[in-house]
C-alpha cells in the first residue's frame, strides 16, 4: 500500500521551528512521506533560533529530501499529485494574509495554492504576534475554506502578548487524521493553559 505523502511548509515564525521539525519528524516515525517545502525567509534567514542551514540539514535528514525552496519546484506540487495533505506548520499572519488574499510568491504559499487544486486537505498550524489583530480576519476568511483545516490553537501569552495565537503543534499528526476524513478537529480553540 502507497505512504500517505504529507508536503510540510515551513514560514517564519522561527521560534516556533523546533517544534514544528520535531513533529515533522514524528510524522516520518509514523509512516508518513514527507516533503519539507521552505519558504524564501525560512529557507535563508539565520536567526537566534538556528540557521538556515541547520534548517536545511535538519529537515533533509529527517525526511529524506531536499527542501522544495523555489517557486519552480512549488508549481508542480498540484499538477503532480504529489501530496495527499499539504501542511503550513508554522504558518505566520504574513503567510496567512497571502494565503486568504490570493498572493502566491513564495514556495510555501505557492505549494499550498497548488495542492488545492487537487481538493485536498490543506493543514494550518497558526504562530503568529497578531492573530488576535490585523490577521484576525485572514483566520475568519479561511475557516471558509473548502479543504482548510486549523491545528488547535490559542493565546499563548494572555498577559504579554494578548494578541498573539499560537497552534499546539503537537496536534499536528491528529489534525492530519481529521483532515482526512473531512473533519475539523475539535475543539479548535484551546485554553492557553494547555498550550505547549
Same mark, same amino acid.
Given at each position: 500500500?502507497?505512504?500517505?505523502?504529507?508536503?510540510?511548509?515551513? $514560514?517564519? +515564525?522561527?521560534?516556533?521551528?523546533?517544534?514544528?521539525?520535531? /513533529?515533522?519528524? @514524528? =510524522?516520518?516515525?509514523?509512516?508518513?512521506?514527507?516533503?519539507?517545502?521552505?519558504?524564501?525567509?525560512?529557507?535563508?534567514?539565520? $536567526?537566534?533560533?538556528?540557521?538556515?542551514?541547520?534548517?536545511? @540539514?535538519?529537515? /533533509?535528514?529527517?525526511?529524506?529530501?531536499?527542501?522544495?525552496? $523555489?517557486?519552480?519546484? &512549488?508549481?508542480?506540487?498540484?499538477?503532480?499529485?504529489?501530496?495527499?495533505v499539504?501542511?503550513v506548520?508554522?504558518?505566520?499572519?504574513?503567510?496567512?494574509?497571502k494565503?486568504?488574499?490570493?498572493?502566491? *510568491?513564495?514556495?510555501?504559499?505557492?505549494? &499550498?495554492?497548488?495542492?488545492?487544486?487537487?481538493?485536498?486537505?490543506?493543514?494550518?498550524?497558526?504562530?503568529?504576534?497578531?492573530?488576535?489583530?490585523?490577521?484576525?480576519?485572514?483566520?475568519?476568511?479561511? =475557516?471558509?475554506?473548502?479543504?482548510?483545516?486549523?491545528?488547535?490553537?490559542?493565546?499563548d *501569552?494572555?498577559?504579554?502578548?494578548?494578541? +498573539?495565537?499560537?497552534?499546539?503543534?503537537?496536534?499536528?499528526?491528529? $489534525?492530519? &487524521?481529521?483532515?482526512?476524513?473531512?473533519?475539523?478537529?475539535?475543539?479548535?480553540?484551546?485554553?492557553?493553559k494547555?498550550?505547549?
Open positions: 500500500m502507497k505512504k500517505l505523502t504529507i508536503g510540510f511548509a515551513l $514560514t517564519g +515564525s522561527f521560534c516556533t521551528f523546533e517544534r514544528a521539525i520535531g /513533529q515533522m519528524e @514524528e =510524522l516520518v516515525r509514523r509512516g508518513y512521506e514527507v516533503l519539507p517545502v521552505l519558504s524564501f525567509h525560512a529557507g535563508e534567514l539565520d $536567526t537566534r533560533f538556528m540557521t538556515a542551514h541547520e534548517v536545511r @540539514e535538519r529537515v /533533509q535528514h529527517i525526511t529524506g529530501h531536499e527542501p522544495i525552496d $523555489t517557486l519552480t519546484a &512549488a508549481e508542480p506540487i498540484g499538477p503532480k499529485r504529489m501530496c495527499d499539504y501542511v506548520a508554522p504558518i505566520t499572519g504574513n503567510s496567512l494574509s494565503l486568504a488574499n490570493g498572493q502566491f *510568491d513564495t514556495p510555501a504559499m505557492l505549494g &499550498a495554492k497548488s495542492h488545492l487544486r487537487n481538493e485536498k486537505p490543506l493543514v494550518l498550524a497558526v504562530s503568529t504576534n497578531d492573530g488576535l489583530g490585523a490577521a484576525a480576519q485572514n483566520i475568519g476568511r479561511l =475557516l471558509q475554506w473548502r479543504n482548510v483545516y486549523f491545528v488547535p490553537f490559542g493565546q *501569552d494572555p498577559i504579554k502578548k494578548p494578541r +498573539s495565537l499560537v497552534a499546539d503543534f503537537e496536534q499536528i499528526p491528529r $489534525t492530519i &487524521a481529521a483532515a482526512l476524513a473531512g473533519i475539523q478537529l475539535q475543539p479548535m480553540l484551546i485554553p492557553s494547555l498550550m505547549n
